[in-house]
């Protein structure tokens, strides 16, 4: 059958259907947000999960340096009836300011301030008694760090999680480990650009210095 054939009976169908009698009450949205963190601006995305009233918010965060994003996992949970928060890291695909592992914690420390604020809350409906960090990789790391901050009420997942300190403390006696970190940093970064606005050599230190913490 020629594609044009099954175009005009894919159309008959969907005329033949019939339209909905009313609009979705509160359907499913997605809306983009600036969050602040420390004088920067990070970059972000709610999906909002459909029907009315408040729902539960899980807050993504993605790995080093973030070419896989999870938004398949956001639309999921949303399909689900719960709220996903998305966003970047200082230094990470366009949002301001420098990456650094420090910097990182404190921004999931911002989101969770921002999540809560009761303007925030209110404008996206958001439940801030059920609140969720789901981490992947060098997320599951910033997850677990922030976990012990947290009240036990936040649920807290990390998906194959990256443990930075523990890669820190083998380098010693594994300086193969040390270089090809090193040379994976080298790759990501750019003082003066992106994906990662930062220096090799400062994160490679910070692992080195803080791997006990």
């Avoid at 709610?46 to 956001?74: M, Q, R, S, W």
Wanted: aromatic share 10%.
């Amino acid at each position: 059958m020629r594609p044009s054939s099954v175009l005009v009976i894919l159309l008959s169908f969907t005329l033949a259907m019939p339209l909905a009698a009313a609009p979705v009450s509160n359907p499913p949205a997605m809306a983009e947000v600036a969050i602040r963190s420390h004088g920067a601006r990070m970059n972000g995305l709610v999906y909002l999960a459909a029907g009315p009233g408040t729902h539960p918010v899980v807050i993504f965060l993605h790995g080093y340096p973030g070419n896989e994003k999870n938004l398949d996992l956001a639309q999921a949970v949303r399909r689900a009836g719960y709220h996903a928060v998305y966003f970047d890291y200082r230094g990470m695909w366009g949002s301001g300011g420098t990456f650094s592992f420090e910097h990182a914690l404190e921004d999931v420390a911002a989101v969770l301030a921002w999540v809560r604020t009761p303007e925030t809350a209110a404008k996206y409906r958001f439940d801030t008694q059920h609140l969720a960090l789901v981490g992947h990789s060098f997320g599951g790391w910033l997850a677990f760090m922030t976990a012990g901050s947290e009240p036990q009420s936040v649920c807290v997942a990390g998906m194959a999680a990256w443990n930075v300190g523990a890669a820190a403390q083998r380098f010693p006696t594994h300086p193969d480990e040390r270089t090809a970190g090193f040379d994976d940093f080298r790759a990501t970064t750019d003082p003066e650009g992106g994906p990662v606005h930062a220096s090799a050599s400062d994160l490679l230190d910070a692992m080195t210095a803080h791997a006990t913490a």
